[in-house]
């Protein structure tokens, strides 16, 4: 059964610091892996990774893949309260789009 | 662009009444999947089509959930009858299919409906 785990599953921190979300799978067929920010509705895209090693970034959020320990990494720097948000990350199975997410970390940044 | 479409955005019904969701694709895109989440459960796939097409409906809970693409640009996602475990929000998304070099964008996902069955 595929699976997708992240961890923590919450956590607090205060506006200026570092996060660093992981994200772990075991798929049968790994296509990507896609980051998503979720407030009060629905998901939205961050980012798509399929190389290993390669980081992406978009100000101050970057991730990277690391296939063969089967793992990936989100980073925010210098947070915000508007950062606050459940991060989700997500695989893809198959060539149609796929995706299998996982259960999610619960980031607050408190003032 | 008006981005994917969602209706209702809540409903409250009554055990054993029929649920109908309904979510309108982005323009251009040609794939449609429909999910649900709990707290309990998180995200889960129902089921998903690519040109109108079912490709897998194994995420389906039980025969009482259905879903139809009559055209290139609409679904709905019909339970029947509801039950208070069915108690979510569903998501419908769409994207441009498939995740080769074209796929950059990941989905895009509707707002939601909060079903709620009492």
């Known amino acids: 059964e595929d699976k997708v785990v992240q961890s923590p599953l919450s956590l607090v921190v205060h506006e200026g610091d570092t996060v660093t979300l992981n994200c772990s799978y075991e798929?049968?067929?790994?296509?990507?892996l896609l980051w998503y920010k979720q407030e009060k509705k629905a998901p939205t895209f961050l980012f798509m990774l399929t190389s290993s090693g390669i980081e992406k970034k978009s100000g101050r959020l970057s991730s990277i893949l690391d296939k063969k320990e089967l793992f990936s990494i989100l980073n925010i720097t210098a947070t915000q309260t508007g950062d606050s948000a459940i991060y989700l990350c997500?695989?893809?199975?198959?060539?149609?789009?796929?995706?299998?997410f996982g259960a999610g970390t619960q980031v607050v940044v408190t003032p | 662009d008006a981005g994917v479409i969602q209706s209702p955005r809540h409903e409250v019904t009554e055990m054993g009444q029929e649920v109908t969701l309904r979510c309108k694709l982005i323009s251009g895109h040609n794939s449609l999947f429909w999910y649900r989440q709990t707290m309990m459960r998180g995200l889960e796939l129902l089921i998903y089509?690519?040109?109108?097409?079912?490709?897998?409906d194994s995420g389906m809970p039980e025969d009482r959930f259905s879903a139809k693409m009559p055209n290139a640009s609409f679904s709905t996602l019909k339970i029947q009858p509801s039950e208070p475990r069915d108690s979510a929000v569903y998501f419908c998304?769409?994207?441009?299919?498939?995740?080769?070099?074209?796929?950059?964008?990941?989905?895009?996902f509707g707002s939601g409906t909060r079903l709620t069955v009492v």
């Open positions: 998304a769409s994207s441009s299919g498939g995740t080769g070099p074209r796929f950059e964008g990941g989905y895009t």
């Open positions: 798929v049968t067929n790994f296509r990507s």
């Open positions: 997500a695989v893809s199975t198959d060539s149609w789009g796929k995706l299998q």
């Open positions: 089509f690519n040109n109108n097409v079912p490709i897998d």
